[in-house]
């Protein structure tokens, strides 16, 4: 399976303000994925993101809100703007394995929006 | 509409027990459907994962069951041990409607699962 890193692992942000998170692979994958998981919840799709084509956004999440890079194929960035108490969450990003159905995940970044 | 169910928030089971951690579905469309480990502070790690054309996977300690025509599986922890305390998440893939996959997984609430010595 692929090692995943994330980055930052953790922080505490402003009202209004946007962090940036940075998931690296450690080898190529086409497929990153970004989830969040809001604190007792389960994990959600945020979006689906393919190196050289827009991200695909599942329902209730867009563009403007959680922007996505995919520069190439070992790297992805989540941006969440405009922040408000609500996005206090773990976001996680997730790389689809050699049996597609699989998928890795990272370790996460704990976002608390104040 | 939680296409992915899991109706037990926590379980406490003795070491050495059978732990068994359910999971139920709506979506007729589910093809594969995985469990995933979480400990508090990193990402989920998956453990096993089942066909829809299968009723048994086997991997160690961990076996999970499909039963298609209640929508319902589960997982078997055998023996259970106290590091396999962790939240446990069932996820499952559809099969889009023009007949193909694609990576989202919609996941379970998770179970608390706690094995005491």
């Known amino acids: 399976s692929a090692v995943i890193s994330q980055k930052p692992s953790r922080d505490i942000c402003q009202r209004g303000t946007s962090l940036t998170i940075q998931c690296q692979v450690d080898s190529q994958v086409t497929m990153m994925f970004w989830y969040r998981q809001q604190p007792g919840q389960s994990l959600t799709l945020i979006a689906t993101?393919?190196?050289?084509?827009?991200?695909?956004?599942e329902s209730g999440f867009v563009i403007d809100k959680f922007p996505i890079s995919r520069p190439n194929l070992t790297f992805s960035t989540l941006t969440v703007s405009n922040l408000s108490p609500e996005d206090s969450s773990i976001y996680l990003c997730?790389?689809?394995?050699?049996?597609?159905?699989?998928?890795?995940f990272g370790p996460g970044t704990r976002l608390t929006v104040t | 509409d939680q296409q992915v169910k899991q109706n037990s928030p926590s379980l406490s089971v003795q070491e050495g027990r059978i732990s068994i951690l359910n999971c139920d579905y709506t979506?007729?469309?589910?093809?594969?459907f995985l469990w995933y480990k979480k400990y508090p502070a990193e990402g989920p790690t998956f453990l096993i994962s089942?066909?829809?054309?299968?009723d048994k996977n086997e991997d160690g300690r961990f076996t999970v069951f499909l039963n298609k025509s209640a929508k319902h599986l589960s997982l078997h922890i055998v023996p259970s041990q106290p590091g396999d305390s962790a939240v446990y998440f069932c996820a499952a893939r559809a099969i889009n409607a023009g007949g193909t996959s694609y990576g989202k997984l919609t996941f379970g609430q998770g179970t608390i699962l706690t094995v005491h010595p």
């Open positions: 089942i066909s829809s054309i299968k």
């Open positions: 997730s790389v689809a394995g050699s049996l597609s159905y699989e998928q890795y």
């Open positions: 993101a393919n190196q050289g084509s827009e991200a695909t956004y």
């Open positions: 979506n007729s469309m589910f093809d594969y």
